[in-house]
C-alpha cells in the first residue's frame, strides 16, 4: 500500500518557465515532508521540507506548498532551470516515528 | 567533507551467493536508513536504526535479508540467498532526525545473475 504518491512519473517544462511536482499522501499522520532531487549514480540529497503546521515554505527558486485537508503537496520550481532535470521524490514522516516514507518519483526535464 | 559512505559501488554475483552491503554514517547521526530504490515502488523503506537499535525492518523480506549495526561507524545489509529480484540500487542514509534530514550515500548497484 503506497503511502505517499507520485502520480506523475514525468513532466517537461520549458526552461524558464514554473515547474510544478505533485505528490499525494494517504496517512493524516505525517507530521512533516519533504522533497529530494536525485541525478543518474547519485544518492537523493535534501531540497527543501515543510512542517505540518504550516502550508507554505519557499526557498529561494523553490516553494513546498502543503493541503491537509487535500493531503496533497506540491513543489513549485520558478524559474526552471536546465540544471533543475532529475528526478525528484517526496517523503513524508509518521509523527512518533523517525522513518521517512518515499514516493516512486517524478522525472522533471527541463528544455533548453 | 562529512558524507555517507557505502561500499561496494556495484557488485554482480551469482543467484544464491551471499552479498553483503557497508554503509559508514556521518559521525554523531542517530538514525540510519536502508532503502532500495526500484522503477515500481520508487525508494523503499527496507530497515532503520536509531541510536544503533533497530527500530523498523518490516520493509525486509525477513527470510533472506538482514540488517545490522554493530558499531556507530558501520552499518550492514546482508542478502542470503540473492535472488535476480533483488537486483536493485541501495541506498543507506543517515541524519539526525527529526532535528536534520538524512543524507544519502551514492548507492550500491546490485545485479543478481
Known amino acids: 500500500d503506497q503511502q505517499v504518491k507520485q502520480n506523475s512519473p514525468s513532466l517537461s517544462v520549458q526552461e524558464g518557465r514554473i515547474s510544478i511536482l505533485n505528490c499525494d499522501y494517504t496517512n493524516s499522520m505525517f507530521d512533516y515532508f519533504l522533497w529530494y532531487k536525485k541525478y543518474p549514480a547519485e544518492g537523493p540529497t535534501f531540497l527543501i521540507s515543510?512542517?505540518?503546521?504550516?502550508d507554505k515554505n519557499e526557498d529561494g527558486r523553490f516553494t513546498v506548498f502543503l493541503n491537509k485537508s487535500a493531503k496533497h503537496l506540491s513543489l513549485h520550481i520558478v524559474p526552471s532551470q536546465p540544471g533543475d532535470s532529475a528526478v525528484y521524490f517526496c517523503a513524508a514522516k509518521n509523527s512518533g516515528t523517525y522513518k521517512y516514507i518515499f514516493g516512486t518519483g517524478t522525472r522533471l526535464k527541463v528544455l533548453a | 567533507d562529512a558524507r555517507v559512505t557505502q561500499t561496494p559501488r556495484h557488485k554482480v554475483t551469482e543467484m544464491g551467493q551471499e552479498v553483503t552491503m557497508r554503509c559508514q554514517p556521518i559521525l554523531g547521526h542517530n538514525t540510519v536508513f536502508w532503502y532500495r530504490q526500484t522503477m515500481m515502488q520508487g525508494l523503499e523503506l527496507l530497515a532503520y536504526f536509531r541510536n544503533r537499535a533497530p527500530l523498523d525492518d518490516s520493509g525486509m523480506p525477513k527470510d533472506r535479508f538482514s540488517a545490522e549495526m554493530p558499531d556507530a561507524t558501520l552499518a550492514t545489509l546482508k542478502i542470503q540467498p540473492s535472488e535476480p529480484r533483488d537486483s536493485a540500487v541501495y541506498f543507506c542514509?543517515?541524519?539526525?532526525?527529526?532535528?536534520?534530514?538524512?543524507?544519502f550515500g551514492q548507492g550500491t548497484r546490485l545485479t543478481v545473475v
Open positions: 542514509a543517515s541524519g539526525n532526525i527529526p532535528v536534520t534530514e538524512a543524507f
Open positions: 515543510i512542517s505540518s503546521i504550516k
